[in-house]
């Protein structure tokens, strides 16, 4: 099958077995080297990325949906997963413009809705446990640095900013480290972490004083080997305080 | 034009005129005698009740459709009004009993979706600002306290239970307060709201202590007369402060 033959079958697939006029698009966050990563996808032989994303089955619900999408992209199965904005507006972006630089060697079909509404969903993820997979529409599908983003395709670039702001909202309130941090880490690192989602920088000791304080992490009996002076210990979350913490709303930091 | 003709009419308009398969449901909250209240339609010749709710007309954004929505209940034009959840469960309600409940007259038409996707969106008004007006399917427009609501359709009991947990959760940093509140109010009166939205009591001298604290309420010259044997002060928000507060989490109730 050529992949004009392919997208084809894939959009007349979608026509009659999906929901109309409703996709998702997914926001994977990871953390790796002090930054706060994201997912895309390189649309097939151009220089244009966008957001993993589908369709809904008939008879799917739409939180199924969005976990299978993660899924496949990612390989993981037990995922952070939040629904946080529906993306609805009569025009999202220029379809001209967007259609030029998918480069679509087809049009779709007679059936295809004139105006798609986006669900958008964050997926908090441990980077080290993630084996990122292309679809067949994708050349590569890896991380990008949320500093330092490409040109993305469609309003992506809207729904990651949305998503980026959905987090600092939510950090007080949502498991936001436990989910990005990988098991261990240094309390400099996870201070990487909320200066990455909140962006800007944090006073290092203030930080330690805060963050040690309440209570949510446990020391381990290893230190961080191999930089080039310090080797600070290593530390992990303490899942039900942490959880605690969360519900008082006293992982705050101002 | 008979009942049953205005309702194919309406059905008619929709499936020309709206996006497919996508509805909104409104969660309009307003604060008053003490307790939280819902703004609910009773269904036409029924004892069932529904939250307000609408289509998206294929030319609108669907936040433009929930401030319509709002706007023809409440005859408010400003209002807080938030999304909180897709409510996307492939079967969302039991379609028999809810058809033998509305007592419905009539069937949809064949271009009617199998299935209807809705958004959830909360609002927060003033009470004391709001004319509740019915649409032609209802009989009547009006308050019900949250903690006594009567025999809800489709699954609009799941999807009040679900703003109510994003209230609870949001208390801390969207202005609850400032929305719900008549523009002068006690002390005691703010206890009250924020006792409803937590579902929980409060002490009344740790509340006062922590509420004042904040510096985010400005004491008027008036007190609240008319009562049993105290007079208290009025407060007003200091929208200012308010939004501070809530920016750094410090309005936290624990």
């Not at 996808?41 to 799917?60: A, C, H, Q, R, V």
């Not at 979350?237 to 959880?243: G, I």
């Amino acid at each position: 099958m050529t992949y004009i033959d392919q997208l084809k079958a894939y959009y007349e697939r979608v026509t009659e077995e999906c929901v109309s006029g409703l996709s998702l698009d997914c926001v994977i966050f990871g953390f790796h080297d002090t930054r706060l990563k994201v997912l895309l996808l390189k649309w097939k032989d151009t220089n244009e990325w966008s957001l993993p994303g589908g369709f809904i089955y008939k008879t799917e619900s739409v939180d199924t949906a969005a976990g299978r999408v993660l899924r496949e992209r990612t390989g993981l199965d037990q995922l952070f997963l939040q629904q946080f904005h529906l993306f609805g507006d009569a025009v999202r972006y220029d379809t001209d413009d967007t259609w030029q630089r998918l480069k679509m060697p087809m049009k779709y079909g007679v059936n295809w809705p004139d105006r798609t509404i986006s669900m958008g969903y964050y997926a908090l993820v441990d980077y080290t446990k993630v084996t990122p997979a292309v679809d067949f529409m994708s050349d590569e599908c890896c991380w990008w640095d949320v500093a330092d983003l490409p040109s993305l395709l469609y309003d992506h670039r809207h729904i990651i900013d949305v998503a980026l702001k959905t987090l600092r909202l939510q950090l007080n309130w949502q498991p936001i480290g436990l989910n990005l941090m990988p098991e261990k880490f240094t309390i400099p690192e996870l201070q990487r972490l909320y200066e990455a989602v909140l962006d800007r920088s944090l006073d290092a000791r203030n930080f330690h004083k805060k963050i040690t304080g309440l209570n949510i992490l446990t020391r381990l009996d290893e230190r961080r080997t191999g930089g080039a002076h310090k080797s600070p210990y290593l530390y992990q979350f303490d899942e039900v305080n942490y959880q605690k913490a969360l519900i008082n709303g006293s992982l705050n930091f101002v």
